[in-house]
Protein backbone atom coordinates (compact mmCIF):
# COMPACT_ATOMS: atom_id res chain seq x y z
CA UNK A 1 0.00 0.00 0.00
CA UNK A 2 1.69 3.16 -1.26
CA UNK A 3 -0.71 5.26 -2.48
CA UNK A 4 -3.24 6.68 -1.17
CA UNK A 5 -6.22 4.83 -3.49
CA UNK A 6 -5.22 2.10 -2.50
CA UNK A 7 -5.00 3.07 1.71
CA UNK A 8 -8.41 3.65 1.19
CA UNK A 9 -9.54 0.49 -0.90
CA UNK A 10 -8.16 -1.49 1.60
CA UNK A 11 -9.87 0.53 4.47
CA UNK A 12 -13.46 -0.16 3.03
CA UNK A 13 -12.55 -3.78 3.34
CA UNK A 14 -12.84 -4.80 7.64
CA UNK A 15 -10.32 -7.64 7.00
CA UNK A 16 -7.36 -5.08 5.86
CA UNK A 17 -9.07 -2.28 7.77
CA UNK A 18 -6.44 -1.95 11.00
CA UNK A 19 -3.58 -2.85 8.57
CA UNK A 20 -4.67 -0.54 6.19
CA UNK A 21 -5.12 2.29 8.77
CA UNK A 22 -1.79 1.71 10.53
CA UNK A 23 -0.07 2.62 6.84
CA UNK A 24 -2.14 5.76 7.29
CA UNK A 25 -0.40 6.34 10.44
CA UNK A 26 2.96 5.65 8.88
CA UNK A 27 2.38 7.86 6.09
CA UNK A 28 1.44 10.83 7.12
CA UNK A 29 2.01 10.93 11.27
CA UNK A 30 5.22 12.63 10.57
CA UNK A 31 3.45 15.61 8.34
CA UNK A 32 0.66 15.79 10.53
CA UNK A 33 2.52 16.63 13.42
CA UNK A 34 4.55 19.09 12.14
CA UNK A 35 1.39 20.52 10.90
CA UNK A 36 -0.15 20.08 14.49
CA UNK A 37 3.11 21.79 16.44
CA UNK A 38 3.51 24.83 13.79
CA UNK A 39 -0.31 25.62 15.26
CA UNK A 40 0.15 24.62 19.45
CA UNK A 41 4.15 24.73 19.66
CA UNK A 42 4.19 22.49 22.29
CA UNK A 43 5.79 19.09 21.50
CA UNK A 44 3.42 17.01 24.31
CA UNK A 45 0.34 19.19 22.89
CA UNK A 46 1.16 18.13 19.70
CA UNK A 47 1.76 14.61 20.83
CA UNK A 48 -1.97 14.94 22.42
CA UNK A 49 -3.68 16.66 19.70
CA UNK A 50 -2.12 14.01 17.00
CA UNK A 51 -3.49 11.29 18.49
CA UNK A 52 -6.65 12.91 18.86
CA UNK A 53 -6.49 13.71 15.24
CA UNK A 54 -6.07 9.83 14.64
CA UNK A 55 -8.92 9.02 16.60
CA UNK A 56 -11.15 11.41 14.77
CA UNK A 57 -10.06 9.90 11.62
CA UNK A 58 -10.32 6.61 12.93
CA UNK A 59 -14.04 7.06 13.71
CA UNK A 60 -14.56 8.99 10.14
CA UNK A 61 -13.53 6.52 8.28
CA UNK A 62 -17.37 5.16 7.16
CA UNK A 63 -17.58 8.72 6.35
CA UNK A 64 -15.06 9.93 3.94
CA UNK A 65 -16.86 10.10 0.68
CA UNK A 66 -13.80 11.23 -1.12
CA UNK A 67 -15.11 14.43 -2.44
CA UNK A 68 -11.33 16.12 -1.36
CA UNK A 69 -7.94 14.20 -1.56
CA UNK A 70 -7.30 12.15 1.79
CA UNK A 71 -4.43 14.17 2.60
CA UNK A 72 -6.90 17.23 2.56
CA UNK A 73 -9.20 15.62 4.59
CA UNK A 74 -6.48 14.68 7.01
CA UNK A 75 -5.11 18.46 7.03
CA UNK A 76 -8.56 19.23 7.90
CA UNK A 77 -9.36 17.05 10.65
CA UNK A 78 -5.82 18.05 12.29
CA UNK A 79 -6.55 21.57 12.01
CA UNK A 80 -9.57 21.63 13.52
CA UNK A 81 -8.38 19.62 16.10
CA UNK A 82 -5.44 22.07 17.14
CA UNK A 83 -7.70 24.78 16.78
CA UNK A 84 -10.31 22.92 19.33
CA UNK A 85 -7.32 21.98 21.67
CA UNK A 86 -6.19 26.01 21.33
CA UNK A 87 -10.14 26.97 22.03
CA UNK A 88 -10.28 24.54 25.41
CA UNK A 89 -6.54 26.12 26.34
CA UNK A 90 -8.42 29.12 26.15
CA UNK A 91 -11.60 29.13 27.84
CA UNK A 92 -9.50 26.75 30.44
CA UNK A 93 -7.13 30.11 30.78
CA UNK A 94 -9.96 32.09 30.39
CA UNK A 95 -6.89 34.15 28.98
CA UNK A 96 -6.74 37.17 26.48
CA UNK A 97 -5.02 37.38 23.82
CA UNK A 98 -1.88 38.75 25.06
CA UNK A 99 -1.92 35.96 27.63
CA UNK A 100 -1.95 33.38 24.75
CA UNK A 101 0.98 34.84 22.83
CA UNK A 102 2.86 35.10 25.64
CA UNK A 103 2.23 31.37 26.79
CA UNK A 104 2.50 30.14 23.25
CA UNK A 105 6.52 32.35 23.11
CA UNK A 106 7.00 31.00 27.13
CA UNK A 107 6.85 27.64 25.10
CA UNK A 108 9.35 27.88 22.47
CA UNK A 109 11.45 29.41 24.93
CA UNK A 110 10.96 26.52 27.26
CA UNK A 111 10.91 23.93 24.09
CA UNK A 112 13.75 21.45 24.33
CA UNK A 113 13.27 20.18 21.11
CA UNK A 114 13.93 23.81 19.45
CA UNK A 115 17.07 23.22 18.15
CA UNK A 116 17.70 26.31 16.08
CA UNK A 117 19.49 30.05 16.29
CA UNK A 118 18.61 32.88 17.37
CA UNK A 119 17.17 34.24 13.93
CA UNK A 120 14.65 30.71 13.51
CA UNK A 121 13.74 31.68 17.07
CA UNK A 122 12.82 34.92 16.74
CA UNK A 123 10.87 34.09 13.42
CA UNK A 124 9.09 31.23 15.44
CA UNK A 125 8.22 34.09 17.97
CA UNK A 126 6.70 36.70 15.30
CA UNK A 127 4.95 33.62 14.01
CA UNK A 128 3.51 32.64 17.84
CA UNK A 129 1.86 35.88 18.26
CA UNK A 130 -0.32 35.81 15.19
CA UNK A 131 -4.12 35.52 15.41
CA UNK A 132 -4.27 31.90 15.00
CA UNK A 133 -5.93 31.57 11.79
CA UNK A 134 -2.86 34.09 10.57
CA UNK A 135 -0.67 31.77 12.25
CA UNK A 136 -2.44 28.62 10.51
CA UNK A 137 -2.43 30.27 7.26
CA UNK A 138 1.22 31.66 7.38
CA UNK A 139 2.77 28.11 8.68
CA UNK A 140 0.27 26.07 5.34
CA UNK A 141 1.96 28.68 3.22
CA UNK A 142 5.59 30.26 3.79
CA UNK A 143 6.65 26.45 5.81
CA UNK A 144 4.36 23.38 3.70
CA UNK A 145 3.86 25.17 0.54
CA UNK A 146 0.54 24.04 0.24
CA UNK A 147 -1.18 26.26 -2.33
CA UNK A 148 -4.16 28.41 -1.65
CA UNK A 149 -6.88 26.15 -3.83
CA UNK A 150 -6.24 23.20 -1.78
CA UNK A 151 -5.48 24.96 1.75
CA UNK A 152 -9.16 26.48 0.73
CA UNK A 153 -10.78 23.13 0.97
CA UNK A 154 -8.66 22.53 4.51
CA UNK A 155 -9.64 25.66 5.93
CA UNK A 156 -13.19 25.88 4.34
CA UNK A 157 -12.36 29.46 3.35
CA UNK A 158 -12.12 31.96 0.17
CA UNK A 159 -8.89 31.51 -1.63
CA UNK A 160 -9.39 35.37 -1.07
CA UNK A 161 -9.84 35.46 2.67
CA UNK A 162 -6.60 32.98 2.35
CA UNK A 163 -4.64 35.21 0.67
CA UNK A 164 -5.52 38.46 2.90
CA UNK A 165 -4.96 36.57 5.64
CA UNK A 166 -1.75 35.53 4.57
CA UNK A 167 -0.58 39.46 3.69
CA UNK A 168 -1.85 40.41 6.80
CA UNK A 169 0.32 37.89 8.69
CA UNK A 170 3.84 38.23 6.53
CA UNK A 171 2.98 41.94 7.55
CA UNK A 172 3.16 41.32 11.21
CA UNK A 173 5.71 38.99 10.93
CA UNK A 174 7.75 41.63 9.46
CA UNK A 175 7.00 44.23 11.54
CA UNK A 176 7.87 42.20 14.86
CA UNK A 177 11.06 40.94 13.35
CA UNK A 178 12.43 44.81 12.50
CA UNK A 179 11.88 45.38 15.79
CA UNK A 180 13.36 43.26 17.93
CA UNK A 181 15.91 42.38 15.16
CA UNK A 182 18.48 45.07 16.39
CA UNK A 183 18.85 42.85 19.68
CA UNK A 184 21.29 40.86 18.19
CA UNK A 185 24.78 41.34 17.95
CA UNK A 186 26.00 40.83 14.31
Not at 163 to 173: D, F, M, N, P, R
Request: proline share 1%; hydrophobic share 35%.
Amino acid sequence: MTNDQQILDCLKDSSSKELAFRHLISKYKERLYWHIRKIVLNHDDTDDVLQNTFIKIWNGLDSFRAESSLFTWLYRIATNESITFLNQRKRKMMSSLTDENEYLVNNLESDTYFDGDQWQMLLQKAIAILPDKQRIVFNMKYFDEIKYEEMSEILETSVGALKASYHHAVKKVEEYVKSHETRFEP
